[in-house]
């Protein structure tokens, strides 16, 4: 079974620096694009930043010169490097990937768990 595995989230003060990482566990054959959403409390889930499988990116327009999407397509791994964060920044953050073939199963989109973003001096 495929899973995508976060880590990389915590506190940090404004105008500081977080990576995120997603990996994707399993047998996997190909995978298309991946990206981050947050959602802020009482918010919508909202795109952040997307890749695709020939490295071509697309940001929100709040992120775009802050944050670097990148992905090491031999570990099946999307990063997220989160520069001069703010504290609208603070949200659950979540990877997902889309168009994954496995050995057993073809899986539309995949999401992680989440991982906590807070951004507070």
């Known amino acids: 079974q495929v899973q995508l595995v976060e880590s990389g989230g915590g506190l940090v003060q404004p105008g500081g620096s977080l990576r995120l990482s997603c990996a994707a566990s399993?047998?996997?054959?190909?995978?298309?694009?991946m990206g981050w959403y947050h959602q802020a409390p009482g918010k919508q889930r909202e795109l952040v930043a997307v890749?695709?499988?020939?490295?071509?990116?697309n940001y929100a327009d709040s992120v775009k010169g802050r944050f670097t999407i990148s992905r090491d397509n031999a570990e099946n791994t999307v990063y997220l490097q989160m520069n001069s964060l703010k504290p609208e920044d603070t949200a659950v953050y979540y990877c997902?990937?889309?168009?994954?073939?496995?050995?057993?199963?073809?899986?539309?989109?995949?999401w992680g768990q989440g991982t906590q973003v807070t951004v507070s001096s």
């Open positions: 997902y990937a889309d168009g994954i073939q496995s050995d057993r199963r073809y899986y539309p989109r995949l």
């Open positions: 399993g047998s996997i054959f190909r995978l298309n694009a």
């Open positions: 890749i695709t499988s020939g490295g071509n990116t």
